[in-house]
């Protein structure tokens, strides 16, 4: 991408905000630390502009790249970038997933600039067997963690969910014995949304809440609508994005867990060549997520460990996860 090109897609949107008290900017590549001192300059250059509203960068990163004078630079202005580090486990895993990289992350700068940033944990079949090892390898270096699951890979289900399950359980038994850590993403399902009788929800902001610039300029609902990810055959050009119901997936209707069961458009559409059409070979993963999600929390307001003051949210809670684990049986 040149210069130019970025600092137009940025003063366009800056200006033409109304809707937004404040702007996220992410810088994405292939691995954006290759390029530092384009960074630099967009960054420090946005930042002169006086816009009238917040901005903040975030960019994701592999880590190899950030050594060095960057780091510097990331110190001094660690309260408007942020970066995202993409750390899968253990050096056996994440090497395992990321072509023997572990040992050229500067972990320690991660820690001391972002202490409270959560690195990205990407699941795969062929790392589940030690999900319980890599999420609690992370909290032990010191991070929080934000994990999900592949989509648009091929998952041996039947394996899978058994091994899923109880990867799960002993991940809970670890945030029941050392309290002072924030359960990882992976628990951050909001059960209340249960028991609401309301139609799907979409799940994110592609199209309406954000916008992805590719390097020519063109805009695109999100990063997975790029070409580089979406065949030249799918056409998604007439599709309303601010319309729920498009999105809406019918055979997930009558599903309890409809609005707590995550999807990616993009990836449906690629998969599919339907955008409300979900991957149903998850569907058996994320049922035994939801039920590890009931119990984690009940066990957490058992034990006072959760607190919920709301009375009403306290009750939806506890009745969500007496649905969720009457219909769930693994």
């Known amino acids: 991408m040149s210069m130019d090109i970025a600092k137009s897609a940025i003063d366009k949107h800056m200006i033409n905000s109304n809707d937004f008290d404040e702007i996220e900017i992410d810088l994405f590549g292939g691995e954006p630390f290759l390029r ?6 967009l960054c420090e250059w946005s930042w ?29 202005y660690s309260n408007i970038i942020y970066l995202g580090l993409s750390l899968d486990g253990t050096p056996n895993t994440h090497n395992k997933n990321r072509s023997n990289s572990y ?10 600039t972002y202490p409270y940033q959560p690195v990205r944990m990407t699941i795969t079949s062929g790392s589940l067997g030690n999900l319980s090892k890599d999420i609690i390898y992370i909290h032990e270096l010191g991070f929080e963690v934000t994990a999900s699951l592949a989509q648009g890979i091929n998952w041996n289900i039947e394996q899978d969910k058994k091994q899923f399950a109880l990867e799960l359980s002993k991940i809970c038994e670890y945030y029941l014995n050392n309290t002072s850590i924030s359960p990882c993403s992976l628990f951050d399902m909001y059960l209340p949304l249960v028991i609401n009788k309301t139609e799907q929800t979409k799940w994110c902001g592609c199209g309406t809440n954000m916008v992805t610039v590719d390097i020519d300029g063109k805009e695109y ?27 809406s997936d019918d055979e997930c209707k009558t599903c309890f867990i409809k609005n707590i069961c995550p999807t990616c458009y993009g990836i449906n ?18 049922k035994i997520l939801a039920l590890a999600n009931s119990c984690l929390k009940g066990l957490m307001i058992e034990k006072k460990i959760l607190t919920i003051d709301d009375s009403k949210e306290l009750y939806d809670t506890i009745k969500a996860i007496k649905q969720i684990q009457n219909n769930i049986v693994i």
């Open 103 to 112: 040992n050229d992350i500067d972990i320690d700068f991660f820690l001391k």
């Open 221 to 247: 609902p999100c990063h997975l609508f790029l070409p580089s990810s979406m065949p030249d055959e799918i056409n998604w050009n007439n599709l309303n994005f601010s319309d729920n119901q498009v999105f």
């Open 36 to 41: 530092p001192e384009f960074i630099q300059e």
């Open 269 to 286: 559409l690629v998969r599919e060549h339907d955008v409300n059409k979900r991957d149903k070979n998850l569907c058996e993963l994320y």
């Open 48 to 76: 002169n502009q006086k816009y009238y509203k917040p901005m903040i960068f975030f960019v994701d990163t592999n880590g190899t790249k950030v050594h060095g004078e960057i780091q510097t630079w990331l110190r001094k």
